[in-house]
């Protein structure tokens, strides 16, 4: 199984680095003999938009066009590799980029297996909602 665990996108770039839960969650699993990648979805993005920062990011989410206003689609298409795919999340505006990469995921590969959350945003009052609503497989309170 080839896994990934990635900094989901926001367009807003608030942290200018990935958690550091990623980090320390790859070499744990790496340490053990199991294979991940780590992938920064945040850059990915900008990345895809010829390093422009999105005039998107003082749109509120609702407002948002994906796949028209935002190349959600050069994401996919990095994750489309992998079985199992991860996302950290830190705030609120990312979890509609990641129900829709979810969503394609899903749509474009009969390879996928899992969709994994975790991260600061997730407490106990509120994973049950969010796995919900964003349809994935396994949540993880906090940084794991």
């Known amino acids: 199984m080839k896994t990934v665990l990635s900094y989901a996108p926001s367009e807003q770039q608030f942290i200018p680095v990935p958690p550091l839960g990623i980090a320390v969650l790859s070499a744990y699993l790496k340490e053990r003999g199991i294979s991940v990648d780590t992938m920064d979805l945040e850059l990915e993005l900008w990345l895809s ?58 749509n474009q590969s009969s390879e996928f297996v899992a969709a994994i959350i975790g991260g600061s945003l997730l407490s106990d009052e509120n994973v049950e909602d969010i796995a919900q609503q964003l349809s994935v497989d396994y949540a993880i309170v906090g940084e794991g």
Not at 71 to 91: D, K, R, W
């Open 49 to 106: 938009q010829n390093g422009l920062s999105s005039t998107l990011a003082q749109k509120s989410i609702n407002e948002i066009t994906f796949n028209q206003e935002v190349n959600i689609q050069a994401v996919v298409a990095l994750l489309l590799p992998y079985n199992i795919v991860s996302f950290s999340l830190m705030g609120k505006r990312q979890l509609q980029y990641v129900k829709h990469i979810i969503e394609e995921l899903k």
